[in-house]
């Protein structure tokens, strides 16, 4: 008995590896829209149609937009305006002779409000000359990103795996960041699951994990590394990307259990190979995560402490710049 396939959802996908009775099908929505009014699962049923119902993919809440304190500005992650997405963070600068009162960032939060107040930029009176001017520069021609959390970016990463960027493009993050990736979109292929594949699976990372590079590991290279390890074909590499994304979703579903303090060791003999494979994910992932931080950190943000001397002498024209000189260099020292 054969249920047909499913239609798609708006600002979402269906994951399914088959059409047969029994056959199970998921649900889930882009970054910045959740499921509502319909059925996450769904089971192909002996009568030949799908239970449940399908659902729809509804716009996240978003938290307002944010007037700049006077004497000076506010800075957002993104060029678009009116609607800021959760993750979405704002950097606030003060002018010359103004010192920041309150957070420096704020971010928007899934309940779509900013988790904390707009600061003040208060006048500054300068007594004494052992200062600290702290610069930030963010670099607004381009696109800001927001960084992710774990869990958003492995929801991210798992959409960015499944589907590639045909469809994503223009909302997923990782497509913005990995222009050179091309992945196929899995629900276009058919694909059928042998006995052993989860086993191959699992063997070929824990053979990247074996080599001791994780700290290497990013979403450029992930898939590659794992398919050096011997001849495969595409098929077979559209097949393993599709378990490694269904293993991702198992982490995704149980995040306590996963990184939790309870969690088995992936060396013990006793757990499945179908629960081995999603801790092995975790172990290949956590350094991808970290080199990802790393690199949007590095992209939208840089601290500059003890700024130089021309730049405290335009900030306090009427100082003896020789006392300047002094103090930024005994700063320096400690």
Known sequence: MDCGPLKLIENGYVMTTRTTFGANATYACSRGYELKNG????ICESSGKWSGTIPECVEKKTCPEIEAPKWGRAVYSTLEQGKYPPGTFIEFECGNETILQGQSLIVCEESGQWDSEVPK??????????????????ETEDEILPLLNREDFWGELR??????????SEINQ??????????????????????????????AIQSVLAENKRKDL??????????KFGKISQDEQDLYRMLFCFSMDLVIWNTQYYFGNDTPSIDDASVDISDKLPLALVEILEP?????RKSI???TMSTNSNTTVSCLEQFLPQIDHSRIVGIYSSNNES
């Open 174 to 203: 990782l497509c913005k960041l990995h222009k050179d990736v091309v992945l196929s979109d899995l629900g276009e292929l058919h694909l059928e699951q042998s006995q052993g594949d989860e086993s191959r699976l699992f063997g």
């Open 218 to 227: 990013s979403i450029s290279n992930l898939m590659g590394n794992i398919f």
């Open 39 to 42: 059925s996450e699962y769904r």
């Open 297 to 299: 950190l590095k992209s």
């Open 121 to 138: 930029c208060a006048p500054q009176f300068v007594e004494s000359f052992e200062m600290e001017i702290v610069t930030r520069r963010m």
């Open 288 to 292: 991808v995560y970290e080199n990802y």
């Open 159 to 168: 959409t960015f795996l499944y589907q590639g960027c045909t469809i994503q």
